[in-house]
């Protein structure tokens, strides 16, 4: 496989070792694991429609700079 079909920043070597983690993980540590991603819930994910984008994304920034 080349280098020009992984994301950039990804190598084989790197899809490796993220397989290997996974396949051995336990079920218990992969409860843990997605868990712990969503403690403690300071994001969401929702879709917008698009014609809302800009006014979503200019709040985002007001919000960082104030």
Known sequence: ???SSF???WD???VRRVL???EEQSAEEAVAEDEAAY???THTAMEVP???VPAVRELIAKR???
Do not use: I
Request: glycine content about 10%; aromatic content about 4%; proline content about 14%.
């Open 7 to 9: 994301p950039k920043g």
């Open 1 to 3: 496989m080349s280098d």
């Open 20 to 22: 290997q983690h996974y």
């Open 64 to 66: 960082k700079a104030g």
């Open 12 to 14: 084989e070597d790197r």
């Open 39 to 41: 403690e403690p819930p």
């Open 50 to 52: 698009v014609e809302l």
